[in-house]
């Protein structure tokens, strides 16, 4: 039967190295992508739905390493408490968390923060619940976007996945060694 240890760490590896590829086909295939896009008005909605489900999933992802990789350590006795496992989470944190708020900082704290619980854990505390009709794209009304606006958009979020891809990469290469170095 396999300990409960390595397998907490073995999922929260594998987490890692999820949120390690989404953050690199964001960076590579899907925001390249929408510059072909016909209107800069499509784009920017395309865009807006990426950067959506992007910040969800990487909060999620990082969530669930964080959870599974300190209940290992946790768990673990005191000589099997490795610091690469703190090390891991700290940056998975920093890959997800941090970097969000950096680039939200627009956003301010507060706000930033309810946004972050909602995205995690799908309650609205003290947010506007989103109506039925809020999630109809409506095809007539076609709004001018400046088209430099969203390619600006489109480079900013590149960079946060990319940078995102090498911190995440960063501790999931830290995991990999972790787990192949662990003796029983």
Known sequence: MACPITVTKFVGTVSLGLL???SYS???ITIPALKLLPSSTAA???LNEVKRLSRKHALRLS???NTCILFAYSISPPRRQHPYLVWMCVVSTVSSYGL???FNRHMGLKNWTLATIQDTTGLSLGLT???KED???MVDAEEDVNGESVQREMDRERRLQRVRTWLAGLALSMGIVGLWGDKK
């Open 20 to 22: 390690t590829g989404m």
């Open 26 to 28: 964001n960076a590579s």
């Open 44 to 46: 920017s909605r395309c």
């Open 63 to 65: 969530s669930l390493t």
């Open 100 to 102: 969000d708020l950096f």
């Open 129 to 131: 619940p989103a109506s």
């Open 135 to 137: 999630d109809l794209v």
